[in-house]
């Protein structure tokens, strides 16, 4: 099954970097060598690995996903990544983002069914990769071998791989988080709002307050679910962003940090320098060198 896989995807993502496909829900993964680890932002999403390795660290966890685990994160993160791969054997993965409408279809549709046990909601979480979730993500690559089958059948594929996860080993925890248990659901809509609006003014204490919580109990849950504090993360999807404006759209360090929302150009640099380990336009060398439009994975 798995070198099935790695075939559909040597022609599927040719080359380094994201690869779109042909459904805007799905793109591939593919680097043909290491990557130490490297600050990255990623949207919710799930990410399957057929070949190759990676890790991904936040606060003190560490999250493996390979040929045996796949990632799923119900809440756009900023967390840090390495990889393992080679020319020989490079890193394949596809990464499917979830569309948080089919997925609360289907989970009033399994409620109607059954009920679970409770479980405490997770931002991430990486998963043993089963059986019939393996055939589910294998069928998804032959369909996006064509653009037919990509378009009729393509999505009904996915929404069979969202349920193979919802009905998995740590589904309920992904089900809790769309069931708004807790202040889960609060968290996810600032982070939501951070991610909308990064380039604005955003305020801790108003932040809290939108979803009436105090400062200290804000700062509690917010650090519950993404691992770090509100303006750790805020500065992190910031620079992110302002390292993709410069990679992507080939902005300078200036106009980058201006649009994600920096006046001083300064605080950029020394920020940027501090999460990235290098200067803003070392990083956008060293990256545009390594990859042709998109930063590590």
Request: charged letters at 20%.
């Given at each position: 099954?798995?070198?099935?896989?790695?075939?559909?995807?040597?022609?599927?993502?040719?080359?380094?970097?994201?690869?779109?496909?042909?459904?805007?829900?799905?793109?591939?993964?593919?680097?043909?060598?290491?990557?130490?680890?490297?600050?990255?932002?990623?949207?919710?999403?799930?990410?399957?690995?057929?070949?190759?390795?990676?890790?991904?660290?936040?606060?003190?966890?560490?999250?493996?996903?390979?040929?045996?685990?796949?990632?799923?994160?119900?809440?756009?993160?900023?967390?840090?990544?390495?990889?393992?791969?080679?020319?020989?054997?490079?890193?394949?993965?596809?990464?499917?983002?979830?569309?948080?409408?089919?997925?609360?279809?289907?989970?009033?549709?399994?409620?109607?069914?059954?009920?679970?046990?409770?479980?405490?909601?997770?931002?991430?979480?990486?998963?043993?990769?089963?059986?019939?979730?393996?055939?589910?993500?294998?069928?998804?690559?032959?369909?996006?071998?064509?653009?037919?089958?990509?378009?009729?059948?393509?999505?009904?594929?996915?929404?069979?791989?969202?349920?193979?996860?919802?009905?998995?080993?740590?589904?309920?925890?992904?089900?809790?988080?769309?069931?708004?248990?807790?202040?889960?659901?609060?968290?996810?809509?600032?982070?939501?709002?951070?991610?909308?609006?990064?380039?604005?003014?955003?305020?801790?204490?108003?932040?809290?307050?939108?979803?009436?919580?105090?400062?200290?109990?804000?700062?509690?849950?917010?650090?519950?679910?993404?691992?770090?504090?509100?303006?750790?993360?805020?500065?992190?999807?910031?620079?992110?962003?302002?390292?993709?404006?410069?990679?992507?759209?080939?902005?300078?360090?200036?106009?980058?940090?201006?649009?994600?929302?920096?006046?001083?150009?300064?605080?950029?640099?020394?920020?940027?320098?501090?999460?990235?380990?290098?200067?803003?336009?070392?990083?956008?060398?060293?990256?545009?060198?390594?990859?042709?439009?998109?930063?590590p994975i």
């Amino acid at each position: 099954m798995f070198n099935e896989m790695v075939s559909l995807l040597h022609e599927l993502a040719p080359k380094e970097g994201y690869t779109c496909s042909q459904l805007d829900t799905v793109r591939f993964m593919r680097s043909d060598h290491p990557i130490g680890r490297t600050a990255v932002l990623y949207e919710p999403c799930i990410v399957i690995v057929c070949q190759g390795y990676k890790r991904g660290y936040l606060a003190n966890r560490v999250y493996h996903y390979d040929k045996q685990h796949y990632l799923v994160l119900s809440v756009p993160l900023p967390f840090s990544t390495e990889t393992q791969a080679s020319p020989q054997e490079p890193l394949l993965a596809v990464s499917v983002r979830l569309d948080m409408l089919v997925l609360s279809e289907l989970v009033m549709e399994m409620d109607n069914a059954w009920v679970q046990p409770a479980t405490a909601p997770e931002g991430i979480m990486s998963t043993a990769l089963d059986p019939l979730l393996a055939d589910t993500t294998l069928r998804l690559l032959r369909a996006l071998m064509s653009p037919q089958e990509a378009k009729i059948i393509g999505p009904q594929i996915i929404r069979e791989l969202y349920y193979r996860v919802l009905v998995g080993e740590r589904g309920g925890a992904l089900r809790a988080a769309l069931a708004n248990q807790g202040q889960f659901a609060s968290i996810a809509r600032v982070l939501q709002r951070i991610h909308n609006h990064y380039s604005q003014p955003l305020h801790i204490h108003t932040l809290a307050g939108d979803i009436g919580l105090s400062v200290p109990a804000f700062h509690k849950h917010f650090k519950a679910v993404t691992g770090s504090s509100p303006l750790q993360y805020i500065k992190s999807v910031r620079l992110n962003q302002a390292r993709l404006l410069m990679i992507r759209d080939n902005q300078t360090a200036a106009g980058a940090a201006f649009s994600v929302g920096y006046e001083s150009p300064s605080q950029f640099n020394r920020e940027f320098r501090r999460l990235f380990g290098r200067s803003p336009g070392e990083e956008a060398r060293e990256m545009k060198a390594a990859f042709s439009i998109y930063p590590p994975i």
